[in-house]
Nanobody, 123 residues
Framework: QVQLEESGGGLVQAGDSLRLSCAAS????????MGWFRQAPGKEREFVAA????????IYADPVKGRFTISRDDAKNTVLLQMNSLKPEDTAVYYC????????????????WGKGTQVTVSS
């Protein structure tokens, strides 16, 4: 069982940066793949980024590639999403997810989810 809690969302202007944090419970954090997803009003939940549980491999959705960076600190049970050069189309609720998955891009493959944090980008 894993409990996840996101933080760091807020209201920013286009071009600004935000860093989202995901705090995970338990002592087995390092055994989970971690992902970030987002959902805008009227749209399906979409993949943003993921980081593997053993190799540390990272993958990114095309719209955020080069702007967002995912990282993890297993000693602190945290996952970060550094978001730079934010655009209005990045506006969404951002969710942290955990699971032991093989296809990182599908939200259906993750077992545990946080409640989300709102990111709003104006202009």
């Amino acid at each position: 069982q894993v409990q996840l809690e996101e933080s760091g969302g807020g209201l920013v202007q286009a071009g600004d940066s935000l860093r989202l944090s995901c705090a995970a419970s338990g002592r087995t954090f390092s055994t989970y793949d971690m992902g970030w997803f987002r959902q805008a009003p009227g749209k399906e939940r979409e993949f943003v980024a993921a980081i593997g549980r053993s190799t540390g491999v990272t993958i990114y959705a095309d719209p955020v590639k080069g702007r967002f960076t995912i990282s993890r600190d297993d000693a602190k049970n945290t996952v970060l999403l550094q978001m730079n050069s934010l655009k209005p189309e990045d506006t969404a609720v951002y969710y942290c997810a955990a699971g032991r998955v093989y296809a990182y891009r599908s939200p259906r493959n993750y077992d545990y989810w946080g409640k989300g944090t709102q990111v709003t980008v104006s202009s």
